[in-house]
């Protein structure tokens, strides 16, 4: 069986998996048209933490050329813009690669790469369907190649808004040992994703609101210490823990706009109560 059936076939049945294998996630989750917030985001918050932990990197690794991966990347929207900023930066870019369970996103993936990147990038960027649960042997299939030739592969390692749903699965133990195996000695591991002290949850909001607290599983999010748990145990140096950012995803000019201007003195008085979590984590030598 194709991997792309084989894992569409394990998950189809859950309404959760159902809603990003629609077409409408391809809107939610591509550059095109998933808001004002993230491409913000692209070019400012995340771009930062990016570069700042490629600047962890050993030397020799950023001279010769850095091979990116993305774990539950949707629709390709944040590894494409990643290789199109370190390419302007004047970073050397070995290869690129990205994942998701949908197959649906990743056949979006493909088409923004066309699009978004100029041939030559394209060339060194691929997208294939894995689960975070199972990832190395989902890209070891997906790709054609053996586990072995993937171990210690990669320098670095990206991950947002996705590392929650292996917590929820009780699986994140599992995602954090398949990424050590991936990435290599020196080579970061960046997660970020929502934090569970955010006052302001949507999708928490919405069931309260419903009544829906026999759903409230499908909104549990992991503390800051949750997400650093499992890169602690499985051998990481946990290099950053903390909590950041103000804008959403979802908002447009003006709520950016405004919270970028807030972002001073939210930060001052409730950092802990931030918007998202980050985890930075490095592979020891």
Request: aromatic fraction near 10%.
């Amino acid at each position: 069986m194709p991997q792309a059936m084989k894992i569409n076939s394990l998950t189809g049945a859950d309404p959760f998996f159902r809603e990003y294998m629609s077409q409408d996630a391809i809107l939610k989750y591509t550059r095109g048209t998933a808001g004002f917030g993230i491409n913000y985001l692209l070019d400012h918050d995340y771009k930062q933490v990016y570069l700042d932990a490629i600047k962890r990197l050993p030397q020799q690794i950023v001279h010769d050329g850095i091979r990116v991966f993305e774990f539950g990347c949707g629709g390709g929207m944040n590894l494409l813009h990643l290789v199109a900023v370190l390419n302007r930066d004047g970073y050397n870019i070995d290869s690129a690669i990205g994942t998701d369970f949908s197959p649906v996103l990743i056949e979006a993936a493909n088409k923004e790469a066309q699009s978004y990147l100029t041939s030559q990038q394209r060339s060194r960027v691929q997208f294939c369907v894995a689960k975070n649960e199972t990832l190395l042997e989902d890209l070891s299939a997906g790709l054609g190649k053996e586990r072995s030739g993937l171990e210690n592969r990669f320098h670095f390692i990206i991950g947002v808004n996705t590392i929650r749903y292996c917590h929820r699965a009780g699986k994140q133990l599992d995602c954090a040992r398949d990424i050590l195996n991936l990435v290599g000695p020196g080579g970061v591991c960046v997660v970020i994703d929502m934090n569970d002290r955010f006052p302001a949850f949507s999708s928490a909001l919405k069931n309260k609101v419903r009544g829906k607290r026999n759903r409230e599983e499908e909104c549990y999010l992991p503390s800051l210490e949750e997400y650093s748990e499992p890169f602690e145990r499985t051998g990481f140096e946990v290099l950053r823990s903390e909590h950041f950012c103000w804008v959403p995803h979802s908002g447009g000019p003006f709520l950016t706009r405004v919270l970028c201007t807030l972002t001073p003195l939210l930060n001052a008085v409730a950092r802990s109560r931030a918007m998202r979590s980050l985890v930075v984590a490095r592979k020891p030598s």
